[in-house]
């Protein structure tokens, strides 16, 4: 039974053919993504249809591609932007002095601004880093805890077994004497230890 494409969850013929490899077409697509502002103006540069741009960018495959080619491209951005922020910000520090009222106005504004978004920045990245401290400090405690259910577990299923084996003592008459045993038959099923030795 053939699906109609774009619904939630199914997918059409043409996209359950998709290959696991991009073709130099698509690689293409992803290239032009990164250069332009718009899918439209994206598939008028790669040569394709925008309906098919779209539709593989809903793949796995081109979308990963994309989605790690785009991160790259970023984080190659960002390291270009970072090694000239040394030159702007001393290019600010010129302006401040250069003479022109109006030019050292705006640049020490710009500085103050610069400064304060630096460390709202920094106040950010703090308040990440407390977060995941705690969220290792509670999934400890969630293994402690989970260590601790499965020791109660195992004790209840222990319990639950010598139980058993008293019942099944009481009924066939091997039990001789329920009060000369009692409190050292309930302290042998905390501890673990087995029936047998206190029915000699």
């Given at each position: 039974m053939r699906t109609?494409?774009?619904?939630?969850?199914?997918?059409s013929d043409d996209e359950q053919d998709e290959p696991d490899v991009l073709t130099p077409q698509q690689w293409n697509a992803i290239?032009?993504?990164l250069a332009c502002d718009t899918?439209?103006?994206?598939a008028d540069n790669a040569g394709i249809n925008v309906r098919t741009l779209r539709r593989w960018l809903r793949t796995p495959v081109f979308l990963d591609e994309y989605t790690r080619t785009r991160r790259q491209h970023l984080d190659h951005v960002g390291t270009h932007l970072q090694s000239a922020a040394a030159d702007a910000a001393a290019t600010l520090m010129r302006l401040l002095k250069c003479g022109d009222p109006l030019i050292e106005l705006r640049a020490a504004k710009t500085i103050l601004q610069m400064s304060q978004k630096a460390a709202d920045t920094r106040e950010l990245e703090q308040r990440i880093v407390d977060l995941e401290s705690e969220n290792q400090e509670q999934a400890a405690s969630i293994e402690?805890?989970?260590a601790k259910s499965e020791a109660n577990y195992q004790m209840a299923l222990r319990f639950e077994t010598q139980l058993c084996e008293l019942e099944e003592s009481l009924k066939d008459g091997t039990y001789r004497s329920h009060r000369k045993v009692s409190k050292e038959t309930w302290d042998n099923m905390f501890s673990g230890q087995s029936?047998?030795?206190v029915r000699r």
């Open positions: 109609k494409p774009g619904e939630i969850g199914q997918f290239s032009c993504l899918l439209q103006s994206a402690q805890l989970e029936l047998a030795a």
